[in-house]
């Protein structure tokens, strides 16, 4: 086994919610691990110095919800493209969710699922397992194989659990193993060939409206039913003022239930659909300006727990049609940060600490990960970023196969310097 | 300077109300060629058209083609299949072979909203919008407007109620921004579950009532029901809609002022009017398909020929 | 060095001129027998309502008079950047074998005629075309000629004639506007 080298990161801001700690010092890695952190180290003999000056060290983030397409839609993504592109964006492990060709719901999709993120040498990632067997909604997926396999949490993410029954069921099941069940929630009838959030937008462009209730009524739905079950449900991609609302009373009451918010959702409003741009379309879709401060506060607030991608990267072909046609979803590993400093810390809304909580730290601890910590000890999985550095956003450039995004030729702030993942350098621009 | 209308008429809900007024003034004149003998001029003599209909409409297509060619236009009509999926070639590949052809005007009706638009884009010929999905048909929009005006004189303050399926009407919408640019006081009536949850921000009256709908109006803009909407649950059968909100005699008679009834055709007679209205004294729906030749040749003609550098060259007068 | 246009004819020498011009149409018509005027939009149609007026009084009947909006047969519509507004035609009654007088303020290049021209042809088959201008400016482009002009100016190069009718302009006047003068 070849050793790896010691890499001094010196000089920057360490940013490590966990620890509560805040302040420029250097970070020392060796053999994959924090060995030490704070003040002015020593460089080690044949160590790697990185200069950090100006930049921001803190846990890698991780992002719990993204769409790698391996295996059926290689033409799209792949586990590589999108475990590179997830360095390029600071992610140090990604969650794939199992809605691929085939759905990934048994152990032997898990396994490959993990080596080709071992293969990949970027980004960690961790395999979701489905809820139900080729996410049909009918029979639970062997809950327990997939887990032992390497799975860290179940869904059906890309269609909603319509079953209550089975949502319930699978809360109860997924007791025995501590994983978390998350569910994407919309109400079918409600959501029906909906193209945008319903609204005055989407009834001046004569587009079918998907109301903020097809998400609320699913939202208070899991929530009882953790109530009732004692599991730990993780609700993906909140959008709406009303599901906030509904999350906060849950806590209040003391439920087991978390939730993500994605990045464009804390940013743009369903006006970015006028002149009907398909790189505006996802599920659940861009809202109203009201939605967006409730979300941005709730994020604030710790209401939303993680922040999220749910990167999806569509084939150009596919987005270049009428509106109505076109498919769901838009990539955002690579711009996350941005967008995240841009419209959340930039704007004063929160803090970066509060950033680095959402975007690390919580999901680590929500999900079982290691990372989100610089403590001593802890796995190196470390990015380093400057929050001030301004960069337009250039589609072409993505490491990413898809160039679906809503940013294209948007000036924003925050750029990742280098990601560590296990102690090595995964991705860099630093000189 | 650039031409009054731009390269294509995509909707009213974009256009100010100078140039539909221009549209309108240039159609009235217009009218008068299909009364002649000879029922052309040379106006567009060379320009290739295409009527490019994605939905089928018999009466649609049939008046963009007198249109054109009584502007002496060559036309071809292309009828395809509904869906890119189902006609296995997709918009974008469509609007490259148009391109590739040379071809002048583009009038496209499609089922997906912003079908209109998304063409428009990609090609340089002029498009017009024959219909597309839900979101607009600006031609009937602005028929509807000439042939009212034609009988009010003007539409500053007059009353006009639409009645029916807003929600999934593109007529409506065309017809709400057009009316409300040129001045006129618009009303939406039907049941609640066929108008869209928005509508108090179109700044629109809202009557639950056809009755109260009646009491009010200068006239009434009566649209085509669908049997799609009772099977996809929007209402319960087309007879409780005919005897909760069908136009008829009876309802009419009870009106405090003389209504105009129109209908954007084709109509379904005893569903949301009836035939003794639609055929009645009052009704000017005959009116209204002789405006749509004359308003669509005025778009044409309007539409075509943008040429604005060669236009400096030209100028000195020409006489 | 006079700056301001010159006035070719004010409203009484117009109204002399127009008078003369109807006696000469009424004289090469061979009488008001078949005789329709079609004025050309838009100041032709005013000139063809006056040059009625006096043949009713000089010869007590009433010529059918007839507007005819000639752009949409215009033959530079290609390149004439925002599109010419178009005005009324209407020809009140059938023109084959009747002697149309065509009435137009000012003979220029011809090209208005050759479309009016056009035009008629698509409404019947008169037995005879006649024209009659206000004002003949030369410099034509086709081979059309008046058979009753009203008054002949010689306009410099860059400069123009105005004809000015106080249904539409508030006055009768025919102007010479010279290059560079303002209006």
Not at chain 1, 273 to 291: F, H, Q
Not at chain 2, 195 to 204: E, M, Q, R, W
Not at chain 3, 107 to 136: N, S
């Amino acid at each position: 086994m070849t050793e790896s080298r010691d890499i001094l990161l010196r000089g920057g801001r360490l940013l490590d919610p966990s620890t509560a700690l805040d302040g420029v010092g250097d970070l020392l890695v060796r053999d994959g691990k924090v060995e030490a952190l704070g003040g002015t180290l020593a460089a080690p003999d044949g160590a790697q110095v990185i200069d950090c000056a100006g930049q921001v060290v803190a846990p890698g983030f991780i992002d719990v919800h993204c769409h790698l397409r391996e295996p059926g839609r290689e033409d799209v993504e792949t586990i590589l493209t999108g475990a590179r592109a997830a360095a390029a964006g600071g992610f140090t492990a990604v969650c794939a969710m199992p809605n691929t060709d085939p759905v990934t719901d048994n152990q032997a999709a898990v396994g490959f699922v993990l080596k080709q993120g071992r293969a990949a040498g970027a980004a960690r990632v961790y395999p979701i397992g489905a809820i139900s067997i080729g996410q049909k909604g009918e029979r639970l997926a062997e809950f327990g194989e997939m887990v032992h396999a390497g799975a860290v949490a179940v869904s059906d993410d890309g269609r909603p659990v319509v079953s209550a029954h089975l949502m319930r069921t699978a809360l109860e099941y997924a007791r025995t193993f501590g994983i978390p069940v998350a569910d994407h929630c919309e109400e079918p009838t409600l959501a029906a060939a909906g193209d945008m959030n319903e609204g005055y937008v989407s009834a001046r462009l004569g587009l079918k409206g998907i109301p903020a209730e097809a998400e609320e009524i699913m939202a208070i739905r899991d929530i009882l039913l953790a109530r009732r079950t004692g599991g730990h449900v993780h609700l993906c991609h909140m959008s709406t003022k009303g599901s906030v609302e509904l999350i906060r009373w849950g806590k209040e009451h003391g439920i087991a239930v978390t939730a993500e918010a994605c990045p464009h959702h804390l940013s743009l409003t369903e006006a970015e659909v006028e002149g009907y741009n398909t790189n505006a379309k996802m599920n659940p879709p861009l809202r109203s300006a009201a939605d967006v401060e409730a979300m941005q506060q709730a994020v604030k607030d710790g209401t939303i727990d993680v922040i999220a991608t749910d990167h999806a990267p569509h084939h150009s072909d596919d987005k270049q049609r009428e509106f109505g046609d076109a498919p769901n979803g838009i990539v955002g590993l690579e711009t996350a940060l941005a967008v995240n400093v841009t419209w959340l810390v930039k704007s004063g809304i929160m803090s970066l600490g509060t950033l680095v909580e959402r975007m690390s730290c919580a999901p680590a601890r929500l999900f079982g990960l290691p990372g989100g910590t610089l403590r001593r000890g802890a796995v190196a999985d470390i990015t380093v970023f400057d929050p001030s550095l301004a960069w337009t956003v250039d589609p072409g450039a993505f490491l990413s196969k898809g160039r679906n995004t809503p940013y294209g030729g948007r000036l924003l702030h925050g750029r990742v310097g280098c990601t560590l993942v296990d102690g090595r350098v995964v991705h860099t621009r630093m000189g | 300077m650039s031409a009054p209308l731009g390269k294509d008429l995509l909707g009213l809900e974009h256009l100010s109300a100078g140039q539909i007024t221009l549209i309108l003034d240039t159609a009235e004149p217009l009218r008068e060629i299909s009364e002649r003998a000879i029922k052309k001029v040379p106006t567009l003599r060379g320009a290739t058209v295409v009527n490019l209909f994605f939905e089928a409409s018999t009466r649609t297509r049939i008046s963009f083609e007198f249109a054109e060619k009584r502007l002496s236009a060559d036309t071809v009509n292309v009828a395809t299949a509904a869906s890119s999926v189902t006609k296995g070639e997709t918009l974008v590949d469509t609007a490259k072979n148009l391109e590739a052809m040379r071809i002048d005007m583009v009038v496209i009706r499609h089922g997906s909203s912003g079908a209109a638009r998304f063409l428009a884009e990609r090609i340089e010929s002029n498009v017009i919008n024959a219909g597309d999905g839900t979101h607009e048909h600006p031609t009937q929009g602005l028929l509807d407007l000439l042939t009212l005006r034609q009988r009010f004189g003007t539409l500053e303050g007059k009353r006009v109620c639409i009645v029916g399926d807003v929600l999934h009407s593109r007529v409506a919408r065309s017809n709400i921004w057009g009316l409300t640019k040129l001045g006129a006081e618009v009303a939406v009536c039907g049941p609640r579950s066929l108008l869209p949850s928005a509508i108090a921000d179109f700044g629109v009256q809202v009557f639950d009532r056809v009755e109260q709908a009646i009491e009010w109006a200068d006239a009434l803009n009566v649209l085509r029901l669908q049997l799609e909407r009772m099977t996809a649950g929007y209402i319960p059968s087309l007879r409780e809609y005919n005897r909760v909100f069908g136009v008829t005699r009876e309802r009419l008679d009870r009106a405090p002022r003389d209504l105009l009834i129109m209908h954007p055709g084709p109509m379904n007679r005893g569903v949301e009017i009836d035939s003794e209205v639609a055929d009645g004294p009052h009704s000017v729906i005959l009116d209204q398909v002789t405006n749509g030749v004359a308003v669509r040749m005025a778009v044409l003609y309007l539409l075509a020929g943008n040429a604005p550098a060669l236009a400096e060259a030209a100028k000195g007068g020409n006489r | 060095m006079s700056t301001a246009p010159t006035i070719v004819l004010n409203a009484r020498a117009l109204e002399r001129t127009v008078a003369r011009m109807a006696d000469e149409i009424v004289e090469q018509a061979d009488g008001t027998e078949s005789l329709v005027l079609v004025g050309i939009q838009r100041r032709g149609v005013q000139l063809a309502e006056r040059v009625a007026k006096v043949i009713a009084a000089r010869e007590q009947v009433t010529v059918p008079r007839g507007a005819l909006d000639i752009t949409l047969y215009r033959d530079d519509l290609q390149t004439v950047g925002p599109r010419p507004i178009v005005g009324k035609t209407d020809i009140p009654c059938a023109i084959d074998g009747k002697t149309v007088c065509i009435v137009d303020d000012v003979l220029y290049t011809g090209r208005t005629i050759r479309a009016a021209l056009d035009e008629l042809a698509d409404f019947g088959r008169p037995a005879r075309i006649m024209l009659a201008v206000l004002v003949d400016r030369g410099g034509r482009e086709l081979p059309i000629h008046a058979d009753v002009v009203g008054r002949t100016v010689d306009v410099p190069r860059g400069g123009r004639v105005d004809v000015g009718v106080v249904e539409i302009d508030g006055c009768d006047e025919v102007t010479l506007v010279l290059a560079g003068e303002a209006t």
